[in-house]
Structures are given as structure tokens and as C-alpha cells.
């Protein structure tokens, strides 16, 4: 039965065991999904999925309205980012490391809740789908919130509600490590149900991701037809994971922009830095970015990415504000990223890209790395403004303000020079080289052999010390 009694240690047993099943299955493409409440007997007429088995998104369904219709009217949704199930396995301490474990809250509310069911492997589409299902079961909206303005909310037990605490995800160590975020994402957790705890509030929780942070490449063990496979044509590439933002006139579609990942960090006074992981915001399925007052016409760009209340930051907007001029020295015009500013709380932070963003106003703008920390393509204002304090970093950052004539960009021009730092140390390495062989050469040439030479047979030579 999919319904679990936790008895003292079982949850422990259970958490190490189901997911330690990534050395069974295939993974790619897929994100678990963990449900567990405060009632008992929630999936009393259905069984778990098999060991191996990826439900599918009409099998998630049924697992949830079950437990809506049959569990409390609270519901508690814990929506990453990303995830996947080798972060269970990598940093769960699945493997009998415990002291490592980034999830002790999460394996503790298995071990203590009367019932719960995990979920390894569920295709990702579905998963990303959980919000908007959870919605129409309960027939309710949402509430996006943070666990300090959870205390202040008074929870009515029979009515319906829908409490969406995001949490980010970070497979880059320029900020911390994901071990590092996952456990601070437990400690959430732990702080949200000890809350309900301490108001005795019934709920059923769940913890899912909008996408998987890991994609695994699915390999086939059959070995039908294996000569011919090596003679079919290569793969096709996989297409972009998400379309780029576009924003569109009156007339058109003139503003692009895409990004694997756009991760933003603000340090402030006297407590730990907040990060801010906006690539599921802004692109893909769940995007909940709006692009209200942004403007453009031939000499000037602005696009605005307002996020709404993020991370308890209010009207937190990210603006793009791109100029176009004409240069007599190419004759022609070219379009520059003169500002990226960060607008929240009423404050506003102010990078400068002029300098180093720049391209021909047919072209996009492609670079593999923004940032504005290590070699920086972006620049505070002056030391007293406020993007002192923020540290931003765009992966395979591509913009197009002007000329756009459809949803795909133009020809990219990239910000990789031709003389790369390697580049240049090879050339003044080959000169180097050449100069200590050209010094050699010249001092052979200046040997002078003796010109005189003693004859044993004949007079022996006297040389003069006059000489």
C-alpha cells in the first residue's frame, strides 16, 4: 500500500532506502516528489509505484486528490527550482553518512508523519504542473509567502488554503555550494512545520521542483542492431530549455533576452547574504515575471522584469536599458547595455555596461559569463552606490534591443575577443623563445677558432708576450 505508518525509525529506513533506488532507474528528465501529512490512511485504496517506475502526470494527479480529499484543507507546498534525485543521493547521506545528511528536518517529518509517500521518479512536466493542480483541487489561489510572515497568519481549519514557500537552487559555486543551499532549503522547512506544530495546525506538505537540477542522458541496454546504429546520423542537438523573454510593441516583437541562469546576491549589513535564483521566474513554464513599463523605439531600450515580491524584497525589478548611437569611425550604428539596475524596497542599485557590452545594432549580444565580481562586464555607478552591495552573474547572457524581426536572435556578436589572455601568453612565450634562440645563434657566430696550430714535426711556435 502506498499508505506508510511511520514507526520509530522507519522514516529514516525509508528515506535512505526509496531514494537510494538511483542505482536501479533512470533519472533523466525526472524530479521526486514527496507527500506527507499530519492524518493518517491518505492513500488507503492505491498502491506505490513500482521500484524503477516514472509516474506519469495522470498518476501524480491521483496521488494528490487523494490526498486533498482525503487529508486536511491546509496545504503546504515546498517548490524548488530545481531537483533531482541525485540530490538525495549526493548529499542525503544515503549511503550511511549521516553527519553529511542536508535533509534531517525533511527525513524527520517522514519519520513523524502518521502517513506519507515518496515519489522518486516523476516526469518533470508533471511536477511543474503540482502548483496549478493543488489550485484547482482545493479551488482556492495561492499564497506566496516567507516562514516570518507565517507566524502572523491565523489558519482556519475548514477552509481551504494554499501556502507556496519557494526555495532556490544553485548548481554553481559562486555563491555557495548546492549542499549548502539544500540544507538552508531544510532548515525552512523545519522552521515552517515547527510552526504549524506549535499552533497545532493539520497539513499536508509537499516538496517538488519546477524542472530537474541534474539531466542524465538515457542510455538503452539493448544491443539490437548495433552495427547499423553506428552507421545512423548523429542525434539531433536537444532544442534550448526554455524560449528567450520577448517583449512586443505595437508594432512587433523588439526587445529579446535569454539566459541559462541569472542568479543575483545581496550582502546585507550585518546578516547572511540573499540570494536570488531567477531563472524559473523569468523563463519557462512557471515564469512569473511581467514585462509592464518596458519601452523601446529605434535609439532606445528598456526592458523591465518586474518579479513582484521575492525573497521578502517588495516590487523587486531587474531593468535592461540598451541605447543605440551611430559612430562615424564604422559608420554605422551600434546599440551599448548603458545600465542594469535592481529596483526593491524603494531603492535602486545601478550597474554600468557600456564598456564592455556592446555590439552593431543589427547583432545581439552573446557573452558566456556577466558578472560583476570576477572579471566584470558590469560595474557599480561609484563606490557609494548601492550595487556595492549586490553581486550579480548572468550564464550565456544573450540581449537583442533594436532590429528584432521575430522570436529568434540575430547574428550574436560575442564578448571573447580574438587575443585571449592565452592567447597572448603563447605569443610572448613563442617571442620569448625566439629572442633566447637568436642570442644563442649570435654568440656562435662570434667563435673564433685558432688560426695557428704547433706542427710536432717542425719548430715548435713561439708566440711573443708582446703579442
Known sequence: MADVKMQSGAGMTLFSIVFTMFALGQCSDQVPVVIWSSESSLWQSQDAPALGHVVS???????????????????????????????????????????????????AALEMAPSSLVLPSVDWHASSAVPA????????????????????????????????????????????SPKEMLSGNDEVIGEVLSILKSQAI??????????????????????????????????????????????????????????ENLTMSHVRSGGAPVLFELTSRTFGPGASVSLTDSVCNRTHSRLVLNYGDVEGYKDFKVIFVMNSRRYPVSAQHWFTLDNVEIEYNGLKARFN??????APQNYSFHCQSVTSFRNPLLVPFSSSDNATNWRVSFTEFQIQGFNVTGPSFSYASDCAGFFTPGIWMGLLSTLLMVLILTYGLHMLMQLKTMDRFDDPKGASISVPQTE
Open 202 to 259: 493539520p497539513y499536508t506538505a509537499v516538496f517538488t521542483a519546477l524542472r530537474p537540477s541534474r539531466v542524465i542522458r538515457e542510455v538503452s541496454l539493448a544491443v539490437e542492431n548495433l552495427g547499423r546504429s553506428l552507421l545512423q546520423a548523429p542525434p539531433k542537438p536537444a532544442a534550448a530549455p526554455h524560449p528567450p523573454v520577448m517583449y512586443n510593441n505595437s508594432v512587433g516583437p523588439c526587445i529579446l533576452l535569454w539566459a
Open 133 to 176: 493542480l493543488l489550485q484547482e483541487k482545493l479551488e482556492t489561489s495561492p499564497v506566496y509567502l516567507e516562514p516570518s510572515t507565517l507566524r502572523q497568519l491565523r489558519l482556519n481549519h475548514s477552509i481551504s488554503s494554499l501556502l507556496v514557500l519557494r526555495l532556490p537552487y544553485t548548481t554553481s559555486t559562486q555563491f555557495m
Open 57 to 107: 502526470g495522470s498518476q501524480l494527479v491521483t496521488y494528490l486528490s487523494s490526498a486533498i480529499s482525503n487529508g486536511p484543507r491546509i496545504v503546504l507546498l515546498f517548490l524548488q527550482d530545481k531537483l533531482s534525485l541525485d540530490d538525495f543521493t549526493m548529499y542525503g547521506g544515503a549511503f550511511g553518512n549521516k553527519q553529511d545528511n542536508a535533509f534531517p528536518n525533511l527525513e
Open 353 to 358: 555596461g557600456s564598456r564592455h557590452i556592446y
